[in-house]
C-alpha cells in the first residue's frame, strides 16, 4: 500500500471510531444521562472530523485522485464518489451547527432529535462511502501512482 493509500486508510479508520462512538454516546444518552463534558469533547472531535473531511480529505480526492480514476477508465466510480461527497457535503451542512452547538454545551433540548437524526444520516453515509473507497479507490491508487507520485501526493496532502 502506498502513502497516500495508507494515509487515506488510517483517516477513514479513525473517522469509523468517531462515528462509532458517537453513535454509542447518543445511543446511552437516550437510556439516561450521560457526562455532559465527555459528550461534548465526542461532539467537538465530529465537528473537526465533519470539518476535515468534507473539507481538505474530499477535496484531495476530487482534485489529486479523482481525475486519475477518470483517465483509467474508472469514470464510473469516481463519479459515484463525487456524488456521495456532495450528498455528505449537504448533510453535513446542515448538522454542523448543531454538533458545534453540542460541543460548545449549548445546544437547546428541542433541538436534541435533529442532531440525533443528522448524526445517524451522516454514519450512515459515511460509512457506506468509505467502504467504498476501500473496496475501490483505495486498491486502484497502487496502480495509478507510482512512487515518486505517490510522495508527492503524500507530501502536498500533508501540507495541505
Excluded: C, W
Amino acid at each position: 500500500m502506498g502513502q497516500v493509500s495508507q494515509t487515506l486508510d488510517t483517516e477513514h479508520r479513525a473517522a469509523l471510531d468517531v462515528l462509532g462512538r458517537l453513535e454509542q454516546a447518543i445511543a446511552r444518552r437516550l437510556r439516561a444521562p450521560v457526562d455532559d463534558t465527555q459528550f461534548a469533547a465526542l461532539a467537538s472531535a465530529f465537528v473537526r472530523l465533519l470539518e476535515h473531511d468534507t473539507g481538505t480529505h474530499f477535496d484531495f480526492e476530487e482534485r489529486e485522485l479523482f481525475p486519475r480514476m477518470v483517465d483509467a477508465g474508472e469514470g464510473d466510480i469516481a463519479a459515484l464518489l463525487g456524488e456521495e461527497h456532495d450528498a455528505i457535503r449537504e448533510a453535513a451542512a446542515e448538522l454542523l451547527p448543531l454538533a458545534r452547538a453540542v460541543a460548545a454545551g449549548t445546544l437547546a433540548d428541542a433541538d436534541f432529535d435533529a442532531f440525533k437524526r443528522g448524526v445517524m444520516e451522516i454514519v450512515e453515509r459515511q460509512v457506506s462511502h468509505i467502504q467504498k473507497e476501500t473496496m475501490a479507490l483505495l486498491p486502484l491508487l497502487d496502480d495509478l501512482l507510482d512512487d515518486n507520485t505517490d510522495r508527492e501526493l503524500s507530501m502536498a496532502y500533508a501540507s495541505a
